[in-house]
């Protein structure tokens, strides 16, 4: 698709989401509620789930935490938790997400990727990446692209991990960067990629208002290279 086209149809559905989101505001995985404010991405995609690709008691950072729904799960079963989005909307959903269930062994950061966590590492570093291609003024806007998002994280993943730590990070296998070829460039190691096929049918059901199909993800896993 043109860009042209691409930026035109999603300036109507970045507002058309904020309205759905207005008025179906909340959503239940495996049993938790999470409140999702207008701005910010709901979860469709059962990126919670990004969980059972990691061992339990361990220093996890949540890369554009969004809604918060991965830090809420990995802090479940982490030792700490360090969520950081360059979104002032998604730093207080999450906030509040995590309030909401007592969350207490997590760090809620504002951050332009790593620049507020630059000298921490971590056990494991989870993303769930924003996929559309495009850029916008406002800043509060820049959660839902794509433009230098996937390559930055790459690109500083090895000196926010431990030795041996990992990189998990759901993509369509398709994406239009290939993961495969970041990772050799970056100093990371391919461990796997898993089709995700975890997406409840209430999940589903909650996506069809927000036009949300299929986008054939793929959980990738990278381990540091020493």
């Known amino acids: 698709m043109p860009p042209i086209v691409q930026r035109s149809l999603f300036a109507l559905y970045y507002p058309y989401c904020g ?29 919670h789930h990004l969980i059972d690709f990691i061992e339990a008691d361990k220093r996890v950072l949540d890369v554009g935490c969004g809604s918060g729904v991965i830090t809420v799960f990995a802090a479940l079963k982490s030792k700490h938790v360090t969520a950081i989005d360059i979104s ?14 007592n969350i207490e062994n997590v760090t809620i950061k504002q951050s332009n990727m790593y620049a507020e966590v630059e000298d921490e590492r971590f056990d494991y570093i989870m993303s769930y990446p924003p996929l559309y291609e ?12 794509s433009n230098n998002f996937v390559q930055d994280l790459f690109k500083g993943a090895s000196e ?24 050799q460039q970056y100093k990371l190691e391919f461990e796997s990629a898993v089709a995700h096929h975890n997406r409840s049918f ?14 054939n993800n793929h959980v990738f896993t990278f381990r540091r290279l020493p």
Request: aromatic share 6%; proline share 9%; with cysteine.
């Open 19 to 47: 309205m759905v989101a207005r008025i179906l505001p909340n959503i239940t995985l495996d049993g938790l509620k999470l409140r999702v404010l207008p701005g910010v991405y709901k979860p469709l995609d059962s990126e």
């Open 160 to 183: 926010h991990l431990e030795p041996g730590g990992k990189l998990i990070v759901l993509l369509p296998k398709n994406f239009r960067v290939s993961p495969m070829e970041l990772s």
């Open 202 to 215: 209430a999940t589903r059901l909650h996506g069809l208002p927000y036009l949300h199909f299929n986008m």
């Open 134 to 145: 495009g850029a916008f003024e406002s800043q509060d806007q820049q959660w839902c692209t």
């Open 88 to 101: 002032p909307r998604a730093i207080e959903n999450t906030r509040q997400n995590c309030q909401t269930h």
